[in-house]
Structures are given as structure tokens and as C-alpha cells.
């Protein structure tokens, strides 16, 4: 399994970013896919699910109506569209899949908010 992030910068608090994670190894379209985020001195944290047909999908609180998440299952990479960014999204990202038999992360891609 690996998944690979990209699409982090350096962005002004107001601008937009699109995050992408390709994923091989396993059948990228039978699983949910998550964004998380772990900022300096944080616990990592919870940002966005999209279940494996795309249909239904989860957003914290602190990025609902900011931030889309989706998914092309024929390329089997996951997205995260990120609008109206504040410098509190500032933080590495990670890409992750929930398999049967575990959870596996990316490497993280950084984004940082900042005038």
C-alpha cells in the first residue's frame, strides 16, 4: 500500500489550495479515504472522510463549508479542496486508508497560511 501526497504551500489566509494523495497497492475504490492534519505541538486530527462511492462524506466543524473532499476511483487518488484557508489550517496533511487490516498513512504534505 502507498499513498502520496501533494498540492501543499505556502498560501496568504483567504487563498485556496487543492491537495491530491494517489494511492496503489489495494482496491482503492472498496475503501473510505480520510484527510488529517497535525499541526506543531497538536494531536493529529480529523479532517475530512469520503466512503468509497463518494456519496457520503464527513467534515470537522472547523473546516465544514471551507473544505470539499472527493475522489476519482479511476485514477485512485482522493482530493481535498481547501478554500477561505485561515492560518489556523496551517499544519502537515496526511492522506489516509482504512483497509480491513489497518490503517495506512502518507508521508504528510505541508501547508502553511501566512502573510
Known amino acids: 500500500v502507498q499513498l502520496v501526497e501533494s498540492g501543499g504551500d505556502l498560501v496568504q489566509p483567504g487563498g485556496s489550495l487543492r491537495l491530491s494523495c494517489a494511492a496503489s497497492?489495494?482496491?482503492?475504490?472498496?475503501?473510505?479515504m480520510s484527510w488529517y492534519r497535525q499541526a506543531p505541538g497538536t494531536e493529529r486530527e480529523l479532517v475530512a472522510t469520503i466512503y468509497s462511492a463518494g456519496a457520503y462524506t464527513y467534515y470537522a466543524d472547523s473546516v465544514k463549508g471551507r473544505f470539499t473532499i472527493s475522489r476519482d476511483n479511476a485514477k485512485n487518488t482522493v482530493y481535498l479542496q481547501m478554500n477561505a484557508l485561515k492560518p489556523e489550517d496551517t499544519a502537515v496533511y496526511y492522506c489516509?486508508?482504512?483497509?480491513?487490516?489497518?490503517?495506512?498513512w502518507g508521508q504528510g504534505t505541508q501547508v502553511t497560511v501566512s502573510s
Open positions: 489516509t486508508a482504512a483497509l480491513t487490516e489497518g490503517a495506512y
Open positions: 497497492g489495494f482496491t482503492f475504490s472498496s475503501y473510505a
